[in-house]
């Protein structure tokens, strides 16, 4: 099992930036991707961005492209969701996830991760 822990939530006016960071610990080893996954209130879920472990390759959602930044830690266990130019639009609960095992899901889809955290809540003023 990985354990996720989301931080760096918070207010931030439109135009603004944040930047997430999730926190892995346990069998750490076994992550091959962490993506990041929000919902906003009333809304179905949607994937953010998502990041492969040992190559860096990334992908991004069309409507945070350009706009956010997935890295990665290995060192610290660490993804990071650098946020900006930020719309209210994205005000949501983002939540962290990694994928530990093999899937044909692709890394968009919420079935492709098996450990979450429990989210981190961003909200935008305009």
């Known amino acids: 099992q990985v354990q996720l822990v989301e931080s760096g939530g918070g207010l931030v006016q439109a135009g603004g930036s944040l930047r997430l960071n999730c926190a892995a610990s346990g069998r750490t080893f076994s992550i091959d991707a962490m993506g990041w996954f929000r919902q906003a209130p009333g809304q179905e879920g949607e994937f953010a961005a998502a990041i492969t472990w040992n190559s860096g390759r990334t992908y991004y959602a069309d409507s945070v492209k350009g706009r956010f930044t997935i890295s990665r830690d290995d060192a610290k266990n660490t993804a990071y969701l650098q946020m900006d130019s930020l719309k209210p639009e994205d005000t949501a609960v983002y939540y962290c996830?990694?994928?530990?095992?093999?899937?044909?899901?692709?890394?968009?889809?919420?079935?492709?991760?098996?450990?979450w955290g429990q989210g981190t809540q961003v909200t935008v003023s305009s």
């Open positions: 996830a990694a994928r530990t095992r093999f899937t044909i899901a692709a890394m968009g889809s919420p079935r492709a991760y098996d450990n």
